[in-house]
């Protein structure tokens, strides 16, 4: 549900949101109840009384769309723990430390076991050429921006045009093309602190840049069963 105390609104949207409220929680007293009903009779009453005109209802509508978009924007945000790149970075160093040297009292693994650490598959995100695309391109990127802490203009309607696979395919690709620059962060780290170390041995940049190529996949179906 919206954090109205994040996003500041109006009387009118603060008052629904308190009647959303109070209705969810009736809902154990009255499991039969349709709560979507009884908000949309709330509005009509309103409407009927003139308490809210076409006018309003659009503003209304505005003024939630954007409070949301914005409440999204900072839960992305949170989800991935932050967007200071400089904190994920050094979050990547340490995780790339700690695998190499578990314990930080003794002295660093063997490089045979630094190998297989990170050459073994751990993770791997796929990412889907469905229809879930329910924003805007432009409204997708602008609330990327705004979760990564570069607030951007959000002026216009949210509503998707007609989407085909061609452009969630290539949705899909810029996904990827991030989370690739994202792995190679990684790989960096990796390398940096192999390279720092003792382990290094005859050949090692060639193995270890072959190594950690593949502790994490990705992948993207194009035309997957599901697809339509």
Not at 30 to 43: R, Y
Not at 46 to 59: K, Q, T, V
Not at 158 to 170: A, N, S
Request: a positive charge; one cysteine or more.
């Amino acid at each position: 549900m919206l954090d109205a105390t994040a996003n500041p609104l109006g009387p009118a949207a603060q008052d629904l949101l308190a009647l959303t409220a109070r209705i969810r929680e009736s809902a154990d007293e009255d499991p039969f109840g349709n709560p979507v009903l009884l908000i949309a009779l709330a509005i009509s009453r309103r409407m009927r009384s003139g308490e809210l005109d076409d006018p309003g209802i659009r503003a209304l509508i505005a003024e939630l769309r954007d409070a949301a978009f914005t409440d999204r924007a900072r839960r992305l945000a949170a989800y991935v723990g932050g967007t200071d790149m400089s904190a994920n970075r050094a979050v990547l160093d340490h995780l790339a430390q700690r695998l190499l040297r578990p314990d930080p009292k003794d002295s660093p693994v063997r490089w045979a076991e630094y190998r297989d650490l990170v050459a073994r598959a751990r993770f791997a995100a796929v990412f889907t050429a469905h229809p879930t695309f329910t924003l805007p391109v432009a409204i997708g990127h602008a609330l990327a921006e705004t979760a990564s802490g570069r607030p951007t203009s959000i002026a216009g309607s949210h509503r998707p045009p007609p989407v085909t696979l061609r452009d969630e395919f290539e949705q899909a690709g810029a996904a990827i093309a991030n989370a690739r620059d994202a792995v190679d962060q990684f790989n960096a780290a990796l390398l940096a602190v192999a390279r720092d170390t003792s382990i290094r041995g005859p050949g090692w940049t060639r193995q270890h840049t072959r190594a950690i190529r593949r502790h994490v996949q990705l992948w993207c179906p194009w035309r997957a069963p599901w697809s339509g």
